[in-house]
């Protein structure tokens, strides 16, 4: 008895230990309020400094409704590429032995370490009037580049590797050993992924989209480079925050805050999905 009261008080916290602890928590959340949570507040103070009308009339203009509309379409249509290329990435590299596997492992991680604006300039250099494809799209009179596919192609780029990097890891401390028993039982390829592997990977995938969604509404470099900035036709929220900051102030506050809500609702999902479904989604730790 007296040897377990030993451990046992070894592993209480001693005064000193308590003491550090509330000390480094304090210190950390004043970092993230100094650096999160006031810039979050002035921005909607700031948005709403010169009233509600103000704010409404704001966010109501033509050109800021085509931003609007713009940044869901791309986000629409890039993040479930992103989904189907995580996918798809995710179950090779976790269910096959292949010449470049290790290539691909670094090609999936680097957009992580591109700047956004030299991949929007590596888009240029191939889908521009003067790029490697840009005489043969003028001629078949197609436009990447200043256009929605050039915004949908930059957008899908920056975000490549947030789906993957959170099934791989996950796919990999799972194993294969389910879809090999479904295998041995006759179920074919689609049933398999539909019935063993999707519903296994869900929340993690779930996880991987918000991520994915998050980083592409909020996307700025890559996109203002091939964008042009056409004003009600190529400008995404974040172009035309950047547009209107130079010319009404107080506009471009209550057309941030738009975005701002966007990234909060997105990261409340994320919140919710985490707190939900924690276990499954440590599970690759």
Known sequence: ???????????RPTWSMRVARVVLVLAALAVLGWLLVLPLLAIFAEAFRQGVAFYLDAIRQPDTLAAVRLTLTVAAIAVPL?????????????????????LLAALIDLPF????????????????????LGSWLEAHN??????????????????LPFVARELIPLMQAQGSEQEEAALTLGA??????????????????????????ARAMGEFGAVYVVSGHLRGITNTLPLQVDQLYQENFSAAFAVA?????????????????????????????
């Open 113 to 132: 370490s591109i700047s956004p604006v030299v991949a929007g300039m590596m888009l240029i250099l191939v889908y521009g009037k003067d790029g490697w």
């Open 188 to 213: 074919g390829g689609w049933q398999i992924f539909f019935r063993v592997t999707l519903p296994r990977v869900r929340w993690a995938l779930l996880y991987g989209v918000l991520l994915c969604n």
């Open 142 to 159: 197609v436009q990447v580049i200043f256009a929605l596919p050039g915004l949908v192609l930059a957008t899908v780029l920056v975000t």
């Open 82 to 102: 992103n989904m189907v290329f995580g996918l798809a990435a995710a179950w090779s590299m976790t269910h096959f032995e292949f010449r470049g596997k290790s």
């Open 257 to 285: 805050s738009l975005l701002a809500l966007l990234t909060v609702l997105t990261l409340g999902i994320k919140r919710f999905v985490e707190w939900r479904h924690g276990g499954e989604l440590n599970a690759n730790t």
């Open 1 to 11: 008895m007296a040897a377990v009261a030993a451990v046992v008080s070894m592993g």
